[in-house]
């Protein structure tokens, strides 16, 4: 079955780094008509990312961005029928909290939310805070996440829960009401082990797409294999940005021009 969804543009000038693309401020209001225009015409979802440091450059890529969850709370509110997801910096948030909130969203949403989970790779961004576990993360933050979604699900289907891991420890932690059921996951990890943990522990995989889609499938092969390995059935979201237009001449020519106009993105300060 074919899903077709929209990554929302929580941060200024959505995803194109160019100075020719046009140069916007994220608003609730773009996000709320983008939303309520992807319902009516029958897509499956949208998900909004979750961002705390931008890129900067000439466009200031990302510096200015809404909060993932808050978002999705209000379009709960405003939609009927499309599944939403919200995304949570695993760094950023106790998974006891995510768990509270995720099952509050749910109910808002009347069984509409699920998660997108980041495992957290950009050091500056966690660092700013004094949340970066420090840089031996970047070869265990899959272990962090496995720990981090397995507290999700016991909190979601358990009433008092007690847990000894490497990275989290709980004691007679309690989130009620539950959720109507555990929710959705999906996960962007492009790793083996990125992959791996998505196939083993989530609903969906975001995939990158590419035009020859020879990418694609070489992704999709890998993880229906490592799902096969636990008997699970987990779903590839392929990544495409979309250029509109009239005419495909019309489309190609934009895109030609905003690439002539790429700008470079430069690590955070």
Excluded at 12 to 37: D, E, F, R
């Amino acid at each position: 079955m074919i899903e077709l969804g929209v990554f929302l543009p929580m941060s200024n000038n959505g995803y194109i780094v160019s100075a020719a693309s046009p140069q916007y401020q994220p608003s609730y209001a773009m996000i709320k008509a983008m939303t309520l225009l992807a319902e009516d015409l029958g897509f499956r979802f949208v998900l909004a990312p979750v961002k705390y440091r931008g890129w900067g450059g000439p466009t200031e890529f990302a510096n200015y961005v809404l909060e993932s969850f808050d978002v999705m709370a209000a379009l709960a509110e405003a939609t009927d029928r499309i599944q939403l997801y919200g995304s949570v910096a695993l760094p950023t948030v106790h998974p006891a909290i995510t768990a509270r909130r995720g099952a509050t969203l749910d109910h808002i949403s009347q069984g509409r939310f699920g998660i997108n989970l980041v495992s957290g790779w950009q050091k500056d961004e966690y660092a700013q805070m004094g949340l970066w576990p420090g840089d031996g993360h970047y070869q265990r933050r899959y272990q962090y996440a496995r720990e981090y979604v397995d507290i999700l699900k016991l909190l979601w289907t358990q009433r008092d829960v007690d847990y000894a891991g490497e990275f989290f420890q709980l004691r007679d932690c309690r989130i009620l009401p539950h959720p109507a059921r555990p929710l959705p996951l999906v996960c962007a990890g492009q790793s083996d082990v990125g992959m791996q943990f998505t196939a083993q522990h989530t609903d969906y995989a975001f995939v990158i797409g590419d035009i020859s889609g020879e990418a694609v499938f070489a992704a999709n092969r890998k993880l229906r294999q490592y799902a096969e390995e636990t008997g699970r059935d987990v779903g590839a979201y392929v990544l495409y940005t979309l250029v509109l237009a009239e005419t495909a001449a019309a489309a190609h020519a934009k895109s030609d021009h905003w690439m002539a106009h790429a700008v470079g993105r430069r690590s955070p300060p």
